[in-house]
Nanobody, 126 residues
Framework: QVQLVESGGGLVQAGGSLRLPCSLSRGTFSNYHMAWFRQAPGKERVFVASVSARGGEIRYADAVKGRFTISRDNAKNTVPLEMNSLKPEDTAVYSC???????????????????WGQGTQVTVSS
């Protein structure tokens, strides 16, 4: 069973930066589409960013374009999310997700992602 573990969350002031690594184990990393989602208090979980299994395609939510960067390191089995120019509205629990590339890449379709991490809290103070 594939396992995903996130880390790197914490408290940061507005305008600051954080890096959230996500590591995948018990699976062949390069065979999985990867993504980050977030859930703010009292709101539904929403798409943040995704990278296809081969790394050739990347998509971002409009709210984070130009500020967040997703990448994948197939040698280290990690998908870091670099977050810059953070805003209070970025406060949320951030979760890493994955599904096998035996299905097409639907980057923001939550129901496709059948492996999820436990989430890490990011709090941005004003």
């Amino acid at each position: 069973q594939v396992q995903l573990v996130e880390s790197g969350g914490g408290l940061v002031q507005a305008g600051g930066s954080l890096r959230l690594p996500c590591s995948l184990s018990r699976g062949t990393f390069s065979n999985y589409h990867m993504a980050w989602f977030r859930q703010a208090p009292g709101k539904e979980r929403v798409f943040v960013a995704s990278v296809s299994a081969r790394g050739g395609e990347i998509r971002y939510a409009d709210a984070v374009k130009g500020r967040f960067t997703i990448s994948r390191d197939n040698a280290k089995n990690t998908v870091p999310l670099e977050m810059n120019s953070l805003k209070p509205e970025d406060t949320a629990v951030y979760s890493c997700a994955a599904y096998s590339n035996n299905r097409p890449w639907f980057f923001d379709r939550q129901r496709e992602y059948n492996y999820w991490g436990q989430g890490t809290q990011v709090t941005v103070s004003s």
